[in-house]
Structure formats: C-alpha cells, structure tokens
C-alpha cells in the first residue's frame, strides 16, 4: 500500500533528507586516487550519527556498512571495504540512507577519480541527465509509467541501458515502500501519482547490456559484461507546487 505523507511527515522527511545528502557530500568531497571505500564509509557514518540520525543501511538485512560504494561495474550495493582503494580513472557510485524522528531518507551519487575515460564521462551524463528527466515526470496526475519511460527514452538516446532488475522505491517509515518505481515503462501507465507521495527515483544506467549478477558475497551486484555501471538517486515528494528533493543539498 501507498503511504501519503502528511504536512508534518514531510517536515521531518526534509530533515531525514537533509542528513541524507550532506552525508553524500562529504563523502563525495573526500573522493580522490588512494582512498579506501572503508574510509567514505567512515565519514558518511560520522555525519550521520553526529547529526542525530542511523545509517539506514547499517544492518539493513544484515549489510555490513553504513553506505553501499560501489567502483566500475558494480552497479550498487557494493561493501565498503579498507582493501578497496579507489584508482585513478575509476568512477565510484555511493548511496546513501540516513534515518532520522521516523523517517528515511535515500540518495545515491556517481563520483570521477581523476580522470576517467570518455565513455565513463558520457554514462555519468547520460545517467544524471535521465534521473533529471525521471524526478520532472514526478508530478501529480501523471502515472508512474511516465518517470521510467522518461529515464529510458533518455538513456537510449546515448546507446547505453537502464537496468531492469533493481529499481527505485516509495520511501518513508520505511527504507523500501510501495511502489516499486522502475526506471522503465511506458507513458500513461502504471499507478497514477498524487501529492504527498514520497518516491526514491535512482536510475541504474549501464554502460553495455542491462544484465547484472550478484557476487557470491551477497551484495555487490556488477553488470554482466563487465562494463561501466553509474547510479545517481534522490528521495523526492510530490506536491502540487512541484517536487522537492529532500537529499538534495545546496
Ligand atoms: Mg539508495
Ligand atoms: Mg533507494
């Protein structure tokens, strides 16, 4: 079922929100060649934690860290590790989940180290320009169909896929709620959207096939091919005055 958000939930889903993306951005700002995924992990946990707030991901089905930093082609969900060191050329994905009075708040980033080839220039734009396309479709009377058939068109322009087997989420009390929100579909499909809906819109774009696995540790789920992976995602609600992205900073 649709949890609807009330004046004073979303109050507290800007807070959750708030937490959520400066947390992605300390972490962002520390990214550079040396660095361990165990290291971002660190700082992410911290500014939750200082800002009054839990890791929402910290124990979530029993994942072992406070963020998922996932390199290359892992897609998502990757563990952050002190064994894992990012390189230069390396594009690293972080998500972030903090918890705050109740409430979720969810994000995800992808992030350059160095300098990265064309190819991971043109997905990271292919994907920050599709989850763009997908949080402006999020608009009251519209249908969900239309935030996954807006990422989709988008990505295929750039000859790149959308992955299908992981998709975005309603979010609230909960870290995952109804609906599932995919980053395909069609125009004029699916639930239609209202107001007080609170929707984790987070495009998965590969850079070859949509196909991904999972790795025997559980988690880190990587591309089938090997290829470039990026990842970006917002907690956004809906309002008859437009959407507010709540992990949005700045
Ligand atoms: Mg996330
Ligand atoms: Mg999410």
Redesign the pocket.
Known sequence: MIQIKNAAQIAIMKEAGRITGEALCLAGEAVKEGVSTKHLDDLIRNHIVKSGAKPS?LGYGGFPGSA?ISINDEV?HGIPSKNKILQDGDIVKI???AFYKGFHG???NTFAVGNVSDEAKRLIEAAKTSFEKGIAAAIPGNRLGDIGSAIEEHVKQYGFSVVRQFVGHGIGKELHEDPSVPNYGTKGHGVRLCKGMAL?I?PMVNAGTHEVYVLPDGWTVKTKDGKLSA?Y?HTNILTDDGVISTTKVN
């Open positions: 991901f998922c998502i998500d972030v989940g969810d994000s995800a984790a987070e990842h995602e």
